[in-house]
């Protein structure tokens, strides 16, 4: 039996989806594929018995993602948007949201500073995003 695609999750990165699905021995796997442009990066490192290239599961797949993407760029979204920075995770696990106002927060010391080149540090943690309007 395939696997069972059962939800695709849009990550705080652009282009980011976890997907998980539902394994006839009861478990439950997660990938992130990366949509790049249209084409995806389709991971091979946690993937499991069906999902190979060409197979029907993966192109099913990539064919859910690809048009969840696609309606996601093209309902506009937020026009602001934090990003975790180079090497960073600040923003993916929650330690810097946008707070009522718009503004870079980090959840434990508040607002952050502005740095160069979009960059928004905590002055107390070193919580980093970017920020993108």
């Given amino acids: 039996m395939d696997p069972l695609l059962s939800k695709i999750e849009a990550l705080a990165e652009p282009g980011c989806y976890l997907l998980t699905f539902a394994l006839d021995t009861g478990e439950d796997r997660e990938l992130v594929i990366r949509m790049r442009g ?5 991971p091979a490192a946690n993937s499991f018995e069906g999902w190979t290239p060409g197979s029907r599961v993966v192109t099913a797949t990539v064919a ?3 048009a969840l993407h696609q309606a996601r760029q ?3 979204g937020a026009i602001q948007r934090l ?6 995770w600040d923003v993916g696990i929650g330690n810097v949201v946008l707070s009522a106002d718009g503004a870079p927060t980090c959840v434990g010391h508040g607002e952050l500073t502005a740095a160069e080149g979009g960059v ?3 002055g107390e943690c070193g919580a980093a995003a970017r ?3």
């Fill in 83 to 88: 990003l975790d920075v180079e090497g960073g």
């Fill in 120 to 122: 928004f540090r905590c």
């Fill in 74 to 76: 093209g309902s506009g």
């Fill in 64 to 66: 859910a993602v690809r």
């Fill in 131 to 133: 920020y993108a309007r």
């Fill in 38 to 42: 249209d084409e995806p990066i389709v």
